[in-house]
Every structure is written in structure tokens, then in C-alpha cells.
């Protein structure tokens, strides 16, 4: 994890001769405290401080709020002599055994917010010609909030933003191109602990995943018996008449499919999946002699192998009804 500042010489140099940004005991005003006098030029501890104009800009490092939301504070002190805050470009590191997911990181939402105030920037994915923004470092990605208002001077103002993705991401530290007036600097700022979170080694219900009131997959998907069903198969699949006794082919795959959704919405381990995947690999083989489900009425019992799979779904409704995640 990354906890320093860069600069360019010139902006290092102005730095040291206008703001000397020295750590002391101060430390950063709590959100509660956002119309507080202001504090001097010196930068608190816990912070990190990017000259602008004849101002500073103080940074928060980030804090992971979960569900792929994280959040740093930012803070305009000193006169910028009319140089507003215009936009912040964010480059990211994913942790060290993190993969980028496929087309990069996308943004579900973004906002700056200061007590009941609330702005919404514009998400980009380009720095843009002529910006005189440069990031000092590669990353593995980068997005843009633009057309921001600028800051009132010594509030504290909280930035949030929330990853576009069903799957968690872990991501090592944060570059944050601070854009003011034709200023550009930098400031990197960490993100917490690359460890791999712990699971909860439970699985949620069928009624979750295909009776709840969706989305509830996270546009995820499952492959079995050589097909692949997305939410709105699954849900079909699950209102399909259970006249007469719920179809061998129903019962199979709707047991399969919500471990495996809740593995990969990361509500269980590697290991204990592993100790899950011989019973789901016996029903995929099942249903892989009939067409895609989807494309039945009634759907189809009986088959070759029909006895295993029942037992294999069979095993797989007891470690749901052990290991629920809502009783967690």
C-alpha cells in the first residue's frame, strides 16, 4: 500500500516555499463539523496536502464502505485567488492478486457531499487534451468526476463513489489528480488492506435469487449442462407449473444454480465450494442431454442419471439449510 505525495518539481518547490505541508497533531474535522473555522496552512496528520494557488487542497486516504463503495474527504484552505475546484481524475491499483474485470472499472454513481448538500458530478473516462494533468505512476485504471462546483473554502466535503460490479473489488491504493483553475497536481492517496476479506461460507435461498424482487444476480450468470441462464431464465425456469411434482430438471438446476451464485457473489470460500463442486458437476451432467431449459413448457423429468442428480440437489438443500446466509 502507497501512503505518499508527488509532484512535479515546480509544484514541489512552490509547495515548499508557500505551504511547507508539515505533518502535526492536528486532526482532520469530522463530517459533523463541516462550517468550523479553518485550519491553517500546516497539513493535519492523516492527511495529505496538495498546493493550489495560494491554497492547499487536504485529502483523506480512502475508506472502503462495502458493496464496492469507497469515500476519501477533501478540503479547500487558504485563498485560491479565484482557482476553483474543476475536476477529479482517480487512477486506481487493484491489490497485487486482484483481476481487472473485463472493459475495466465502470462507475455505478458518484457524489461530492457537504452536510445536506449534495452534487452529482459528470463520470468520465478520459483525462482529456491539454489538462496538464498527468498521472507519476502506471495504475490499472482510471475514471474522471467532472464539472464540479467549486469548493466552499473550509468545509470538508466527502467524495463517493460506487464500482459497477457484482463481485467485489479490492483495490491497493488510489492516484487523484486534483484539477483547479490550470493547476494539476497529484496526491496518492491508500485504500486499505489488500488482505482477502473473509467469507461467510453461506449460501442465500432459491426464493432469494429467483422469487425476490430483482435484480438479485448482479447480472451474473450460470453454465450448466452446456448452457448458460441469466436471471431471466432462471426465473422462468422457477415459475414453471409444478403440476403433477416438481419436474427432476427444475429441482436440479435451481439447487445448482444458487450456490452457484452465492460463490460468486462471494458469500463463500474457494475451499468450501470445492467441497460443493462433485454434486454440481453430477446435475450439470444431467441436464447437459436436455435442450436449454428455457425452451420447455413442462419441463422435462426422468433421463438418464436422474437418481444421482436428485440425491447431488438433495446434498446441496442441506448445506443451504445449514449455512444460510441470513441466519449469519
Not at 495504475?139 to 468545509?155: R, V
Request: some cysteine.
Amino acid at each position: 500500500m502507497k501512503k505518499h505525495l508527488t509532484y512535479s518539481l515546480a509544484s514541489l518547490l512552490f509547495g515548499f516555499l508557500a505551504f511547507s505541508c508539515t505533518p502535526d497533531e492536528a486532526e482532520l474535522v469530522e463530517p459533523s463539523m463541516d462550517n468550523k473555522a479553518a485550519l491553517s496552512l500546516s497539513c493535519p496528520a492523516g492527511a495529505t496536502c496538495v498546493p493550489v494557488g495560494n491554497g492547499q487542497y487536504q485529502l483523506s486516504n480512502a475508506i472502503y464502505e462495502g458493496l464496492n463503495t469507497w469515500s476519501f474527504t477533501i478540503k479547500q484552505t487558504g485563498d485560491p485567488k479565484g482557482i476553483g475546484l474543476s475536476n477529479l481524475v482517480i487512477g486506481y491499483t487493484l491489490c497485487p492478486d486482484e483481476e481487472l474485470p473485463a472493459g475495466g472499472i465502470l462507475l455505478e454513481s458518484a457524489a461530492i457531499i457537504n452536510g445536506s448538500s449534495q452534487q452529482t458530478p459528470v463520470i468520465e473516462y478520459s483525462i482529456g487534451l491539454g489538462t496538464g494533468c498527468a498521472f507519476t505512476g502506471s495504475n490499472d485504471g482510471y475514471f474522471k468526476l467532472d464539472e464540479l462546483t467549486a469548493l466552499s473554502k473550509d468545509k470538508l466535503y466527502t467524495v463517493r463513489f460506487t464500482i459497477e460490479s457484482a463481485l467485489p473489488v479490492r483495490i491497493d491504493y488510489f492516484e487523484v489528480l486534483v484539477k483547479a483553475g490550470n493547476n494539476c497536481v497529484s496526491a496518492v492517496l491508500d485504500a486499505g488492506d489488500c488482505t482477502p476479506p473473509p467469507t461467510d461460507d453461506c449460501s442465500y435461498s432459491q426464493g432469494y435469487f429467483f422469487a425476490k424482487p430483482g435484480p438479485t444476480w448482479g447480472g451474473l450468470s450460470v453454465s450448466l449442462g452446456g448452457e448458460t441462464y441469466n436471471e431471466a431464465d432462471g426465473r422462468y425456469i422457477w415459475s414453471t407449473s409444478n403440476a403433477g411434482g416438481i419436474a427432476t430438471s427444475k429441482k436440479v438446476f435451481l439447487q445448482a444454480a444458487t450456490i452457484m451464485l452465492s460463490y460468486q457473489l462471494g458469500h463463500m470460500s474457494s475451499a468450501v465450494y470445492g467441497t460443493l463442486s462433485a454434486d454440481i458437476a453430477i446435475i450439470s451432467n444431467y441436464l447437459a442431454q436436455f435442450d436449454k431449459l428455457t425452451s420447455y413448457e413442462q419441463l422435462p423429468s426422468g433421463g438418464d442419471g436422474a437418481a444421482a442428480a436428485w440425491a447431488a440437489a438433495a446434498r446441496l438443500d442441506q448445506f443451504i439449510q445449514a449455512n444460510h446466509c441470513d441466519n449469519r
